[in-house]
């Protein structure tokens, strides 16, 4: 059974930066397209960045471009989250589809695994 655990999230001021992880067990990790969503408080899940199995492929909203970067080993997906601003405040979650081929999608109906979130706060 696939699992994927989350790890990173904390409370910074505006400007910080954070670092989220996401480890996947239960089957090979390379055959996963991989990707972050955010919800935040009272407002509806979002997608943030992903990416396909081999990395190649990254995808981004357009609210994080050029302060978010998303990454991955063999083992481990990467959120780097720079310049930090207090609309980034909100439960990220990774997720996983089975994706054999060099695409990621940017909807969540198409992830089939995911985490179980961790907070990210941004104070002003």
């Known amino acids: 059974q696939v699992q994927l655990a989350e790890s990173g999230g904390e409370s910074v001021e505006t400007g910080g930066s954070l670092r989220l992880s996401c480890a996947l067990s239960?089957?090979?990790?390379?055959?996963?397209?991989m990707g972050w969503f955010r919800q935040a408080a009272e407002k509806e899940r979002e997608f943030v960045a992903a990416?396909?199995?081999?990395?190649?492929r990254k995808y981004y909203t357009n609210s994080v471009k050029g302060r978010f970067t998303i990454d991955r080993t063999r083992t481990t997906m990467w959120l780097q989250m720079n310049s930090l601003i207090p609309d980034d405040t909100a439960v990220y979650f990774c997720?996983?589809?089975?994706?054999?081929?060099?695409?990621?999608?940017?909807?969540?109906?198409?992830?089939?695994?995911w985490g179980q979130g961790t907070q990210v706060t941004v104070s002003s």
């Open positions: 239960g089957d090979f990790f390379s055959e996963y397209a």
């Open positions: 997720a996983a589809r089975y994706a054999p081929w060099e695409h990621a999608s940017i909807n969540q109906t198409d992830y089939t695994y």
């Open positions: 990416i396909s199995r081999s990395g190649r």
